[in-house]
Each structure stands twice: as structure tokens, then as C-alpha cells.
């Protein structure tokens, strides 16, 4: 049952030129160095948005929910509060890491076989199961938002929400990034008419460098601004939000084909009210003298990065070539990915967790490291049983994820808390699917599930389930020191989420470089796949070479992932550095 909404011509939200706006000034730049807080992110007008907070007196989770909030607006394609996330936060007085679990979760209708078509019995190709109701999740963002606010900021979400719904009402500058990301969303987005309407106005993507309004999603920040987030989770807006999931807004006559059935979901209000943010004890792993924190499950990111350090750990990387430690780096990864994929779900123990990042366990997988050439991939898992010393055989894999999608940013203050915060709704552009009248795309999450079972005759731990959070790969992560900050960093980019923190550790921690020259260094993925994904300046590379010789072999593909990160140098002194190049590059600002 599909409810037809004319594409109707609309005002246009599209003006030449931006007008003056109250938000301030951006800074430019993907690095900065300076004092009293820091902000990174791939946007300037959140990186500017967040620093304001920051100048005005709050701290990083104030600030960081105005540049979530921000981005919400300006990134909406990767972010927003038709998504989810995950927030780690350090608190500089009790010196404690706690995360917050935003990640969307599967209504309670929801079946293992959701994602399989009734009528064959095979698996809905990847975008007829996107473009549609069923992968929409429970959002998380908003409520990790509220819940952040609550337990550690000194302000009320509301004074996030409002300076961001003045940059939707008032306008944005659309960039090529931007731009690029509706035009290859062009066919998806014009099935919807809310969504054609925000984003295709007059039937095609908005051009680089004009002004993009969004008066709906201004109007739905307000809402929650005065109500609450009760407006979302149960109210008048979360009743869009479940209209729109099983009735998806088609478009009378979308202006351009597509291929697949639009397939209603079975999310109710019910599911919205029973919406909660989870709140893991991170993970945690001893690295070369650093203490490691990550997200634990539902997202593989900081069970993967830590289990590939621990493995990386048996050897001194320092004191190898640039081509042995990335052998061992790619190596490690795949191992890690393993058992990641095997292990690694919504509902995975946390003592298997915990097992997982022993150094016991380690020191078993590490010695199927052969240091003179790569292992045939895919690599079996291993068995973290406790009774560790013998190396197993090697078969098996999985399906990997190359997500495109997905917004990482970082925030330090002038007291010393840092959020480090990676938020998303799955595939750039979530589900295509603008909310009615309220300026928001819902997100695609749920196919972050595997849509079959992928591990033979042993259980799959991400099947879709009743209430079940797909596995992530967001690996938000903070690195301390004697017990003091040291690092944040994160990125989007699917499971190359979890290769590129890797890697940008491994640049910092072992390879010599500082953090903006780590975040710009060339990226190699091996998530336990044939062929190690990498960038083309990674593949020309003499280690790249190198590494060739031992027996990798390459997919090319021209990015890998959006890193943002802060370094707290000596006497106060902060780094914060986005990516000069990838994504059209990043914004990165400090107070002082
Ligand atoms: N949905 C993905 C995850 O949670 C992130 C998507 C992306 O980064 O492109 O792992």
C-alpha cells in the first residue's frame, strides 16, 4: 500500500546567493594547532557552530551536539536525526571513558528473514532493500543527543537544536561534495516527493555554491526545542516518521526510473516510545604502553581496532620496515575481521567480547603472521576459549561493506573532556526517504544486517531480529597516556571504518608521523577479503610495491574514509586535524 504524493512544484529553496547569516564566521582548513578547545569535522560551518559553544563558555558535549546538530543541516546526507551513532566521552575530572549506544534499532516486527523476498526465497538486491521501510531503524541520534546533554553538558539540548535550525532556515552554501552526493542519489530521492522536493528542486541537484534552505527541518528543531524530545520518540513527529516508514511518500510520477519495488516497514510509535540509549563500558586494550578505548558492541569497531593492535603488538613495528609493519597492519586486520565477522553482534556476550581482546588470545592468532608472504584470504576465525598456544587452520569469511556514508567529529574543551562521535544513516542518503513535512531522511541501517547467514554451519551473529541492533563498524576512539589524553580519532567509511582508525594508530603510535600527516597518509583496507581495497597513491607507493611482492593484490578505490582527530600535546596545547583531501576535505578550529 503506497500513498502517492504529487511532485508538486514548491518555492524554491534554492536562492543564488547566500544571504547574511547570524552563524559565524567558518574557520578554514582541515588542521589547526592552539588552546582553550578544539573542533574537527568535515564541515566548517559545524566545526565554526561547535567552536562558538566552546567560546560562549560550554563544553565538548555541548559543543559537540551543536556541530551533530549542524550537520544534521549541512552534511544531511551522512548524518541527522533520522540516523544513529555512537559517543564516546572521556571526562577530565574523574578521568573515566563512558560511551553512549545511539545506534538504530529493528522494530519489534522485525524477522530473521526481513531482508529476503517472499516471492523467491533470495536475498533483496542491496538497493531494493535500501529504498524502502523495512531497513529504516528506531533512530538513535536525537536521544543520544538528550542524554549526553543531561548526564554531562551544562546546557539543554535545545540550545544546540536552535542556532542549527537557523543555518536550515537561513541557508547554507551547497558545496561539490554535496552536490555530487544528490546527483548520484538523483533516482532514489526523485521516487519521494519530500525528498525530490528538498533536494532535486526544479528536478535537478542543487548547483555548487547555492544557498540551500530546509524551513521543515528548521521548524521540527524548534518543535523538539520547546516539547522535547517526546515530539520524536511517541509525539506528532515520530507519527510522520512511522507514516512515512509504512507508507513510503512516493512520488505520483518520479522524473526518473527505478529498478525495484518501494517496500513498506513495520516500524510503529510503539517501537519509537520504547527507543533507548544503551550506555557499554568501552573497550579496552593495553597498546605499546597507550590505553586504547573504543565502542563496544553493538558496533565491531572497538573490539576489531583493538583485537588488530593487540595482534600488532607481538611485534615492534618500529623496528621493522615500512613494508614489514604494513605486511603485519594488513595481516592483523584481516585475522581481526575474522573473527569480527564470526563472533561480533548485538547480542555477542561481553565476556567473548572481552575474550576476544585478551593478550593470550593474541599471542595465538599473531602466529599465523608469516611475516614472508600473505595468508590466502578470507582467514578462519579463531577460537577464544581461554586455552590458548596453538595456531589453527585457516578457511572461511565473509561479505564485506564499503560504506561511503557516515560523519566523524571530534571536540576538546579548555577543562579537558573530549567527545569523539561517529553518527550516520547508513548509505549517503539513508533510505531516500524524506519525513513529510519535517525536512529529515530517514536512515537505512538495518541493512547493516547480514541478509542471510554468512558463517556456514556456525551461527551468524548479525541476523535481523525483533528489537536487535545491526553490527557497526563506527570505531569512535580515545587513546590515553600515564592515564591522560593522548589521541581522539574516528571516520566514516562502512567496515574501512575499523582499517582506517587502525591505520591512523598505527601512522601515529608506531610509524613516526604526526596526526595530520597520519590522517593524509594513503589507505590500505584488508578486511579479510581476496584483495586488500586501497587508494591509488597507496598502490603506486613503494610499500605498496613492496608489499605486492609478498603476495597482496589490490581493489583501487579512490577513497578510503574521512578521519577527524585531536591531539593533546604538551602544556595545553591541542591539535585538531581533519582530512585535507577526501571528502572535499575537512574543517578543523580551535578557541585560542
Ligand atoms: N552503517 C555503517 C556502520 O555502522 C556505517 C556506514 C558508513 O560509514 O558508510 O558501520
Known sequence: MRRLIPLAVIPALLLPAAPASAHPTPPSGPTATGYGGAVASVDPTATAAGLKVLRDGGN?????????????????????????????????????????????????????????????????????????????????????????????????????????????????????????????????FSQFGPTAQLYLPGGAPPAAGSTLRNPDLAATYDLIARRGVGAFYGGEIGRDIVGAVQHPPVAASPARPWPYAIRPGGMTLDDLRAYDVRSPAPTHVGYRGYDVYGMATPSSGGSTVGEALNLLERSDLRKLDKVQS????????????????????????RPLLDALLTDGYAAERACQIDPARAAAKPVAPGVP?????????????????????????????????????????????????????????????????NFTPTQGTAPDPNLPGPGKRPRSSMAPTIVLQHGKPLLAVGSPGGSTIITTVLQILVNRLDLGMTLPEAIAAPRASQRNTATVTAEPAFIGSPEGQGLAALGHTYTPMAEIGAATGIEFLPHGKLLASAEPVRRGSGSAGTVR
Open 385 to 449: 576459549d581461554g586455552r590458548y598456544g596453538r595456531c589453527a587452520s585457516t578457511s572461511g569469511g565473509a561479505a564485506p561493506d564499503l560504506g561511503l556514508s557516515t560523519t566523524n567529529l571530534t571536540v576538546a574543551d579548555k577543562w579537558g573532556n573530549i567527545v569523539e562521535y561517529t553518527l550516520t544513516i547508513e548509505q549517503i542518503g539513508g533510505n531516500g526517504i524524506v519525513v513529510p513535512g519535517r525536512g529529515f531522511l530517514l536512515n537505512n541501517e538495518l541493512t547493516d544486517f
Open 60 to 188: 565538548a558535549v555541548d559543543a559537540a551536539i551543536a556541530v551533530a546538530a549542524t550537520l544534521g543541516v549541512t552534511e544531511p546526507f551522512s548524518s541527522g536525526i533520522g540516523g544513529g551513532g555512537f559517543f564516546v566521552y572521556y571526562d577530565a575530572r574523574t578521568g573515566r571513558i563512558s560511551t553512549l549506544d545511539g545506534r538504530e534499532t529493528a522494530p519489534r516486527t522485525m524477522t530473521e528473514t526481513a531482508f529476503v523476498d517472499p516471492a523467491t526465497g533470495a536475498p533483496y538486491a542491496f538497493q531494493e532493500a535500501r529504498v524502502s521501510g523495512i531497513s529504516a531503524g528506531i533512530p538513535g541520534s536525537l536521544a543520544t543527543w538528550d542524554t549526553a546533554a543531561r548526564r554531562w553538558g551544562t546546557r539543554p539540548l535545545s540550545a544546540a537544536l536552535r542556532p542549527a535550525a537557523d543555518v536550515a532556515r537561513q541557508g547554507f552554501t551547497v558545496d561539490a561534495t554535496f552536490a555530487q552526493q544528490v546527483t548520484d542519489n538523483a533516482a532514489a
Open 326 to 349: 604494513l605486511h603485519r597492519y594488513l595481516e592483523a586486520s584481516a585475522l581481526a575481521f575474522a573473527d569480527r565477522n564470526r563472533y561480533v553482534g548485538d547480542y555477542t556476550p
